[in-house]
């Protein structure tokens, strides 16, 4: 029986950034048990030699030319943003570096 | 007027019998008469709906050729953006948002002259089988208004099967047009992966989503579907080749001859027996039409289930990344001295249903490292298995069947917190998706035990589209003439709302 | 314990090296869309759905990007893969739109190549072979300005203001594989490495390489081990090094402070570090609460790159030759002393030279005008001398008129200033200012006579054998005649008059 503890959830909500009430995590950790056994499934056949699929039509090299199109509009980019100031997006402080 | 095909009304509508205008404000009203029990539509956009319609009008006025099924209106899945008008997917977390730029299916639509009366409800991000999941409350099956519609595409099949609109756009991603189609009693098709552009459908997994047309019968589906298959340069996963003829073949609609094969481990247990009987006895009515029915095996669709409940979840958490409050959409917890970092988990938390947040975290899970072979790569090979499964049919038979569901339609909240049974009723769309081939889910009658719509499921080879409306068409006219009046009439009326 | 000297480190300490440089393609557009990529345009305003992440856009590549990884690629020796694929890198950061960045992970486009480069040592030019691991495209993260707070950085900000301008902007990352064996060299080689590497991207014409607007970045991995020892130490990453002279400057500096930590029985933490340019230090990033897990995976919306070997072939034959070896190259050919070669190297004038070169100019005529009188007016003007409006073409002329005996030296830099100053190619200047040689011998005669009737104590003494003097009346002669008259022809003509040979 596979299973994710409480703290298993608490992790993948972190890498998710999605911040979770502990009933939430009690809740996903308790039906991750059956949900991974179902999943697991995968791991039941013999897949040695086969070869991945992670896309549906065998197409290749698909590329445009190197041309400039307009862009959008200042406005339009910014039309939903939740805060701006200055044409740009107005966000709150921010923590971590960037990589 | 509304009980008409949309092949009709476009009929009508070139012989100068009624306008577009007309044909949207009649079905303007049946919206507002019936969608408060319904609850197809997340937003009905009636002033650039009539707009639209009267310059169909003032076009066909001049002499101007247009496409075959100019001024016939049509519901939209929320799930595609339309230049100012609110698209949520279904989410909370794009409340209110106005897209600035048109999909490539809406650009379609408009240039055909279709008439795009609001946007439809569905599963948040397309993500369930019932449109219990959307953010903005369930939609209601026309059949039984205590019942699903399925899912995720279950506004569009409401609206249609509720004569709110003649034709609708869903998306499927693991059977969301098809399944609704089925619960529903209409049309579905899912066309092959990269026949419709996916530029503009909010993604919720990349490799699987295919927006496609419903309709009420195969030629009025078939119709939709020409009108917005094509190749997209702005979607590098778009084919380059000419859409296959599916309005001639809904037209021609013949078996004679066609190989049909049954896939073995897609029926009997699991099946509800009214479904099976329907889908047993449509087989008949195509064998009696000169089509040869042959068995076929698929062993490994025992495992796509898995594979597509690692898959869809792993590249949603990815294409989901991107709902952060930092550019567009919902923003909570922005309180003074709050970081960016908490702001975005919060609004994340607030924005996103449980269904979502499950498969989020699912998804997270099959792709972190120490797990990626083991799950995503694992089911990648699965998927691999399953394209060569159908190869193999392929060359025994020219199309291939099931039951476009397992059951008809179940009531809301029945399987709401039972995530397992839910993600069962995918079981026999799954397979198409994980392949990227095409497939249609058509009525075939009703089950005897709860007279609800049963599917009947077509699925053909990548690219031959045109062979789910020829084999289609031939079973609905032969349906047809043993019913003597379109499934749809035995739906019970809606009581309006005035 | 005291901070050990470089000497005190590298008595001890062999320092291995890793460095990842990040390189901004030139591309008209995108990577992934058709927005422009100039730089400093108004914030926001080279965006659209797809590199501002909108729901429902998806990205298409860039043919052009293609081309130029795959240039990079060979250009460094690599093998180009004949399958490869676009990953996505998966962490949330405000300043990435779709917080994912496409990039390419365990199927590179370019692999498995290497860089020699040369150093001046005291015991002379030593050559070292960097190992190049592989040359993949990824794509540019937008620009965030800090507001609030001190200084303007992200610490202590109150909140931040984002550009997309930059994001989606075509990136080549170049990671070496780890360079062990430079010794006490490690700081000169990374910088030699770097410079090469630019000069080869500037070269191959796919970047602007400008370090200071930041389209060729370095990323400096450190790590020491005991001199004689196979164990290797952990590494740091140093980020944000701009300049060459930080290149060398960050290096250096992590050895010291890498071997004051060891020293001391300390630990190196394996962590990213930032260079700061004022005081040459690294300070450490801000530590993360869980190591990042990228969960990368081929990304569904891109299919594969394969790239037909006769594509790569033709590609090849397009390179143009290495820079290091075409500057040995030039040096024979032009006979150039090292100080006056390198004095073009650092004007970045050795192209334009080169191309005056090839339109015939005399190689030390051509070098001595873009090096002297068109990099001082570049100089004041505070310019690039390619950013000037006088072309290849236009020094060809102007050597071809003076060894023609059109123009003197010093009325073809008032040619030149013409030119500059977009008054023509130097024959129109020449005309429309009404420039020439003064060749008539009755006009020089006139003015000579003039000035030694002038100047007769002067004439008397070159009369009387005392040639230095002649030079007095030459000058007054060229001041007559404005400086059209040919110096040489005036002094022919004046010893002549005065009855001297």
Redesign the interface.
Known sequence: MSSLSRDDVAKLAGLARIEMTESELVELSSQFGMILDAVARVQEMDLSGVKATSHPQPLENVARPDVVLPSLSPEDALSGAPAQEESRFRVPQILGEAE | MITSTAAQMADALAKGETTSVQLTQAHLDRIAEVDVQVKAFLHVDSEGALAQAADVDARRAKGEKLSAIAGVPLALKDVLAQKGVPTTAGSKILQGWRPPYDSTVVTKLKDAGVVIMGKTNMDEFAMGSSTENSGYGPTFNPWDLTRTPGGSSGGSSAAVSSFEAPLAIGSDTGGSIRQPAALTGIVGVRPTYGAVSRYGLIAYSSSLDQAGPFGRTVLDTALLHEVIAGHDAKDATSINAPVPAVVAAAKSGNVKGMKIGVIKQLQGEGYQKGVQTRFDESLQLLASLGAEIVEVDCPSFEYALAAYYLIAPSECSSNLARFDAMRYGLRTGDVEGASAEAVMSATRDAGFGREVKRRIILGTYALSSGYYDAYYGSAQKIRTLIIQDYAKAFVQADVLVSPTAPTTAYKIGEKVDDPMAMYLGDVATIPVNLAGICGMSLPAGLADEDKLPVGFQIMAPAMQDQRLYQAGAALESALLSKWGAPLLSQAPALKGAK | MTTPTYDEVIAKWDPVLGLEVHVELN???KMFC???TEFGA????????VC???????????????ESTILIGLALNCKIAPYS?FA?K??????M?????ISQYDEPICFDGYVDVEIETEEGPKQFRIEIERVHMEED?GK?????GATGR?HG????????NRAGIPLVEIVTKIVPGTGKYAPEVAKAYVAELRDILRGLKVSDVKMEQGSLRCDANVSLKLIGSDVLGTRSETKNVNSLRSVERAIRGEMIRHAELLNDGKKVKQE?R?FQEDSGLTRS??S???AE?Y????D????????AASWIEELRATLPERPSLRRKRLKEEWNVPDKEMAAMINADVLDIVEATVLLGADPTKARTWWLGEISRIANDKSVAVADLSITPADVAELVALVAAGELTDKLARQVVEGVINGEGKPSEVVAKRGIKVVNDDGALMAAIEKVCAEQSETADKVRGGHLPAAGALIGAVMKETKGQADAARVRELLLGHLGVQ
Not at chain 3, 300 to 307: E, H, N
């Open positions: 591309t008209h557009s058709s927005c422009a108004a914030p926001n305003t080279q965006t659209c759905p501002l992440a909108l729901p429902g856009a998806l990205p298409v590549v860039n043919e052009k990007a293609i694929r996505r998966n962490y949330f950061y405000p300043d739109p779709k917080n994912f960045q993260t965030s300005l800090h507001v609030g992200i900000a109150d909140y931040s203001l984002l550009d997309y990213t930032h990033g801000r993360k609460e869980q897990d969960r990368y995976f081929p569904p919306d891109l299919v594969p790159v394969t790239p």
